[in-house]
């Protein structure tokens, strides 16, 4: 698809190339249930991540982590936020779980027309990454990474 990856999540927000960290913040704070640090980059990179309240697209929990580079939208990390399939916590953890996890993702993106690939853009990655153990995908925009889970 030439048209960029996009949500609306239906507090109103717009999550689309080119959104600012201060239209989340200005516009939009109710939606943030958690402020988050980056997981790689260190303080001062310029990196900032929220974590918004799911919600339900077609009865799909969406979960999302908005990751803002000097205040710029440029990844979208997606799971399905579902705690009775997936559990609450790391006691409740499992590989399967976190695989199944990854596969809802990818059906639920494929519903909606988008698969994991390259795009003009930037690109949609959806599996399960064993270096956190955790399963899902990320959206980002800008250009290809060669930083794969």
């Keep these: 698809m030439s048209v960029a990856f996009a949500l609306h999540h239906p507090g109103g927000l717009h999550i689309a190339p080119g959104l600012q960290e201060s239209t989340l913040l200005d516009t939009y704070p109710a939606l943030i249930v958690q402020p988050r640090e980056p997981r790689v980059a260190p303080p001062g990179s310029g990196w900032t991540w929220w974590r918004l309240a799911p919600w339900s697209v077609g009865g799909f929990a969406v979960g999302i982590e908005l990751a ?21 916590d790391w006691s409740e953890w499992s590989e399967r779980k976190e695989r199944q996890r990854a596969k809802a993702l990818r059906t639920w993106l494929a519903a909606h027309g988008w698969r994991p690939d390259s795009y003009p853009w930037g690109e949609i990655w959806v599996g399960h990454d064993p270096r956190t153990g955790m399963g899902g995908g990320w959206v980002r925009y800008g250009g290809v990474s060669t930083m794969r889970p």
Excluded: A
């Excluded at 803002?68 to 609450?88: A, I, M, N, Q, V």
């Design 68 to 88: 803002f580079l000097h205040g710029t939208l440029r990844e979208c990390l997606l799971f399905h936020d579902d705690d009775s399939r997936y559990g609450r």
